[in-house]
């Protein structure tokens, strides 16, 4: 595993930034964390951060595994639904570029290989994708009798030029409607 993963898992255990990680562990707490799993570590007073680092590069394999799955484990967090989807995203936000991801089969988290795919294209086009809008209450403006009615169907043409991506006839209809309110409102109130 890279280094900088490694370091990322080390902060994670850690907990040092709450809106990243879901539980801050004093050197006591440390200790614990890594004993509870069968690794053999006693904090020896130095900085907690290149303390947790420096026992966290050591390990591979299945030490390491078991220290992904502990941070993922529902029951460190006594179940915290806040902690664990948190725990859960920093996680396989880290795991990623490894080509991983930390899944749970109830409460028991399994690491699975991830098929990594960093094309942007497909999802920067979907969440620019325009999705219609309820036409609004024209009736509750309390406009001159019929103009609500008139901007109701408007709203409707706008919509069906959009849906046929005729966007400059869009565009117009959207200023046919801003000119019917604007009428509309200059009428109640010519003043």
């Not at 850690?14 to 004093?26: L, V």
């Not at 947790?52 to 179940?79: E, F, H, M, N, W």
Request: net charge neutral.
């Amino acid at each position: 595993m890279d280094a900088t993963t490694k370091e990322k898992i080390a902060e994670l255990i850690c907990g040092d930034d709450p809106k990243r990680h879901p539980i801050y562990r004093s050197s006591t707490f440390l200790s614990k964390f890594f004993n509870d799993i069968g690794i053999n570590a006693t904090h020896d007073g130095t900085t907690r951060k290149w303390w947790t680092l420096d026992i966290v590069s050591g390990l591979s394999g299945p030490d390491l595994q078991k220290v992904i799955l502990r941070l993922a484990s529902p029951k460190l967090y006594g179940g915290n639904r806040e902690h664990i989807k948190l725990a859960l995203e920093t996680l396989n936000e880290t795991l990623a570029v490894e080509g991983l991801k930390v899944i749970l089969n109830g409460i028991e988290p399994s690491l699975v290989k991830e098929k990594i795919n960093y094309d942007f294209s497909e999802k920067v086009s979907n969440e620019r994708e325009l999705k219609p809008l309820p036409s609004p209450d024209f009736d509750k403006l309390n406009l001159e009798y019929g103009i609500s009615e008139i901007l109701k169907k408007r709203w409707d043409e706008i919509q069906k030029c959009i849906d046929t991506k005729a966007t400059l006839s869009a565009v117009i209809m959207m200023g046919a409607l801003l000119e019917g309110f604007l009428l509309g409102v200059m009428q109640r109130q010519p003043n």
